[in-house]
């Protein structure tokens, strides 16, 4: 089966500029979840969603972040506007239910010069 | 609050050890607990799910441990190769409407 797919792969930005990231999680997973992953610390999940309804998004700063889950498929992140301490790798995972395993994508790298 | 922690110092070991990786967890009750390997460059990789009514778990060369009363599960990799060199993930998780948290990551280095 496909995998998690995200686009873009690299982005480089000036500050106060927003961003957008994409997700299309593998066909048929319920679960959907974004990470920001800064360079050598674990993923930390942002918003975690079940179908189109979120689960959970006590981490994600919500003055600035934003996301969404169109029709219970593909996602988007976004951010807007950008902070230098945005930098980080922002990784996409889906799984079939809540409770089995997560795929991930390959992530996008976000420069926030 | 929550925590996971895992050893934030890089594991160096040679070919051929067992690799030992803890995982402590505070103010969860997980129900079962995952871990996953991290490649440079790329997004994590599921390896083990193992549940509380589980004392262990083997695939291959990997066996998990998990100890409710300790609040901690184990990882280890034996007869350890270059190419498990990686950062390794837990994952303790609840039932339910649970989110996936992680922990830092513990980085593995075997050399030949």
């Known amino acids: 089966e496909a995998g998690v797919a995200q686009s873009p792969r690299y982005k480089i930005i000036e500050k106060r500029q927003s961003v957008a990231f994409w997700c299309n999680p593998i066909?048929?997973?319920?679960?959907l979840y974004w990470y920001q992953q800064i360079l050598g610390q674990g993923p930390k999940l942002l918003i975690q969603f079940q179908n189109n309804g979120v689960v959970d998004d006590s981490q994600l700063p919500k003055d600035r972040f934003s996301a969404e889950r169109l029709k219970g498929v593909d996602s988007t992140l976004k951010i807007q506007p950008a902070k230098l301490e945005d930098s980080a790798v922002y990784l996409c995972a889906s799984s079939r239910a809540r409770d089995t395993e997560a795929f991930f994508g390959q992530g996008t790298r976000l420069t926030v010069v | 609050s929550q925590k996971i922690e895992q050893n934030s110092e890089a594991l160096n070991i040679q070919e051929g050890k067992t690799a030992t990786l803890t995982c402590n967890y505070t103010n969860y009750s997980p129900a079962y607990l995952q871990w996953y390997r991290q490649d440079p460059g790329r997004g994590p990789v599921f390896l083990l799910l193992?549940?509380?009514?589980?004392k262990e778990k083997r695939k291959e060369r990997l066996k998990v441990t998990f100890d409710t009363t300790l609040k901690q599960s184990l990882f280890h990799i034996t007869a350890s190769q270059p190419a498990d060199s990686a950062t390794y993930l837990c994952?303790?998780?609840?039932?339910?409407?649970?989110?996936?948290?992680f922990g830092t990551g513990t980085r593995l280095l075997v050399s030949p």
């Open positions: 066909s048929g997973h319920a679960t």
């Open positions: 193992i549940r509380e009514n589980e």
């Open positions: 994952a303790p998780r609840g039932t339910g409407f649970q989110k996936l948290v």
